[in-house]
């Protein structure tokens, strides 16, 4: 199959074609270059690269009626709040076919990855371990110990088998515990990260040191916070649909104009279905209703570009032959390719480039 349109990658947006065998890229070039000559089926699209999640909490999924009402804080806190309670009373076997519902839903989406702060300890993340296993979209499970303080022994069982730690934030973690995580983390090369001004802003000092991998959310965070992250070097990742079900949306536009690393993510399946491209469409439309618009271009990086970057894999951004990750192809118009992927995407205008997607696992 040969895609005639645009590409949009790390590089930037451009005319352009693809040509796949067997749902890998194997040439790509200006438009009317292809070697093909008539030879193979061509479709007009957008090419991009896979996209990732940048923040979920699958865990949630178990959650099949509206929440209660109440304040975040009664929903989501550590270790009594609704959803914490609501994981323990449930079975396992339910957990499971809860956290492959969502990933089936991802894959779907064709989302390629997802970075997932997963409660529970050790068991939490074996559980989400064994629900991704065989399926098409990838796991970054940043675990969460139990134990407060922070128990030793139960943390180097964390990190043998997770990608890293996702804690709750600087509000509810003293320095204590993020300094012991942060050094875990360092030592092991495992990611760390937390939420940061969700419920209400906190200083930078707080979240910033010890200096984290990710921090989420920065929906009450000032012009001058956001800057101080982006001068630490910290990739930020936002979640504009679970923010504006309590009343606050972080300051995208702030975040482009500053240059900061943003990643988009779906934040808690309780709340919504773990659509990234209703995750994109939202931004776009909100940043509006603010009176405060980012580009297109800015979002779709925090969905197609700057995840690979975090996850240490930049070449799953560049649509080039070999790349390690297969990338979507999109039956829209390519005139202007990050508005029409951001603004119109759905999984029924994604065309299959090879084998549909399914529990299969994708190259690590």
């Known amino acids: ?88 009373e449930t079975p396992r076997a339910t957990k499971l076919a809860a956290f492959r519902g969502a990933l089936d839903r991802m894959a779907r989406d064709h989302v390629a990855a997802t970075i997932d702060f997963r409660e529970e300890g050790t068991e939490g993340v074996r559980l989400l371990r064994d629900a991704a296993r065989g399926m ?64 209400r802003r906190e200083p930078p000092d707080s979240f910033l040191r010890p200096r984290p991998d990710l921090v989420v959310h920065l929906a009450h965070a000032t012009v001058d916070d956001l800057a101080a992250v982006r001068d630490a070097g910290v990739t930020a990742a936002v ?9 606050r949306q972080p300051d995208l536009r702030s975040m482009e104009r500053l240059g ?3 990643l988009l993510g779906t934040d808690n399946a309780m709340f919504h279905a773990p659509s990234l491209w209703r995750e994109l469409e939202f931004a776009y439309t909100a940043t509006r209703l603010r009176r405060r618009p980012v580009s ?23 649509i080039a032959p070999g790349m390690p990750v297969p990338p979507v192809v999109v039956r829209l118009p390519p005139e202007d390719p990050a508005y029409q992927i951001v603004t119109r995407t759905t999984e ?8 549909p997607p399914g529990r299969r696992g994708l190259p690590r």
């Open 260 to 262: 900061l690393k943003v």
């Open 239 to 247: 979640c504009p649909r679970s923010n504006a079900l309590f009343g």
């Open 1 to 88: 199959m040969i895609v005639q349109g645009a590409i949009l990658d790390v590089d930037g947006s451009r005319p352009g074609y693809v040509r796949f065998r067997e749902g890998r890229v194997v040439e790509v070039g200006g438009l009317g270059t292809e070697s093909a000559h008539g030879r193979e089926r061509r479709i007009r699209g957008i090419v991009i690269p896979a996209p990732v999640n940048g923040h979920t909490h699958l865990g949630d999924a178990v959650s099949v009626r509206e929440p209660p009402p109440g304040p975040i804080a009664r929903l989501v806190r550590p270790p009594h709040g609704y959803k914490f309670r609501l994981l323990a």
């Open 296 to 318: 297109a271009g800015f979002l779709a990086r925090a969905a197609l570009i700057e995840p690979w970057r975090w996850l240490g894999e930049p070449a799953a951004a560049r």
């Open 136 to 199: 098409r979209v990838r796991a970054v499970i940043l675990g969460r110990p139990l134990a407060r303080p922070v128990d030793a022994g139960e943390l180097r069982s964390l990190l043998a088998i997770a990608d890293g730690v996702g804690l709750s934030s600087a509000l509810e973690e003293p320095a204590e515990t993020r300094s012991t995580v942060a050094r875990a983390c360092r030592s092991t090369g495992k990611r760390f990260g937390l939420h940061a001004s969700e419920a």
């Open 348 to 355: 029924h205008l994604i065309v299959p480039a090879g084998p």
